[in-house]
């Protein structure tokens, strides 16, 4: 079901997209009266596709509502989610938290410590269903601390750092420019070979290479300097 209300929303965003400007800003809800999503859901979506000024058609837009059309729901140790996506229906859907920190700001929510925010239904490439939920509240203000450190990214350097009182540390991107040598020759190959679908594989792949390489960089980065972030 969500699924298909997810493909619905879209389609009514494309409509939105193709009416002109002047016309855009004084929809509301009822211009979509024949559509099973909630009131509260197309409004979400008409302001979601009035502000992607640049867009000019969306492959996929999740469903979103604001936080006064959902209520958070816990009995014993099971959270559950209280929504009318469809006109005139509300449901409680129950679901599992992902991540033991995510129960503690629930916790806050239902305790009043928190505010919700916005609700979004998000498919995972993988075919699983997230809720993503905003939550905003308050914070200690951070404490004063002797040490600091300051970074800098670029292409040719992927990372330079410094504190005042220790050495600058450069990060070379002697391997990065190596990966990106190797996958620029084989695009060239499968171009010439019109395997199109192979070049974008290929694509994803050298991304993934270079996102680990970086992710080590920042890894080294930390134990570098324990007094900074221990």
Avoid at 69 to 88: K, P, Q
Avoid at 138 to 158: C, S
Avoid at 162 to 168: D, R
Avoid at 175 to 189: L, N, W
Wanted: hydrophobic share 40%; aromatic share 8%.
């Amino acid at each position: 079901m969500f699924a298909r209300l997810e493909k619905i929303n879209t389609e009514v965003a494309n409509a939105i997209l193709a009416l002109p400007k002047s016309e855009r800003r004084q929809l509301t809800s009822k211009a979509f009266a024949d559509i099973e999503i909630g009131s509260a859901w197309i409004n979400q979506t008409i302001r979601n596709a009035n502000a992607r000024t640049q867009v000019k058609c969306f492959k996929r837009l999740p469903l979103e509502t604001n936080n006064q059309n959902w209520r958070l729901h816990r009995v014993g140790d099971t959270f559950s989610l209280g929504f009318g996506l469809v006109r005139g229906i509300k449901k409680r859907v129950p679901i599992e938290v992902h991540g033991a920190s995510h129960r503690d700001w629930l916790e806050a929510l239902l305790e009043g410590k928190a505010k919700a925010g916005s609700l979004k239904l998000v498919q995972s490439k993988k075919g699983i269903w997230y809720a993503c939920l905003s939550v905003s509240m308050e914070v200690p203000d951070a404490k004063e601390t002797e040490y600091w450190i300051g970074v800098d990214r670029g292409q040719n350097v992927p990372a330079v750092a410094a504190t005042p009182g220790g050495p600058v540390i450069f990060w070379k991107a002697r391997q990065i420019r190596h990966v990106r040598r190797i996958y620029a020759h084989r695009r060239r190959k499968l171009q010439k070979a019109g395997k199109h679908r192979a070049v974008k594989k290929l694509e994803s792949k050298e991304r993934r290479i270079v996102t680990h390489i970086n992710h080590c960089i920042s890894k080294d980065l930390v134990l570098r300097y324990p007094q900074i972030f221990h």
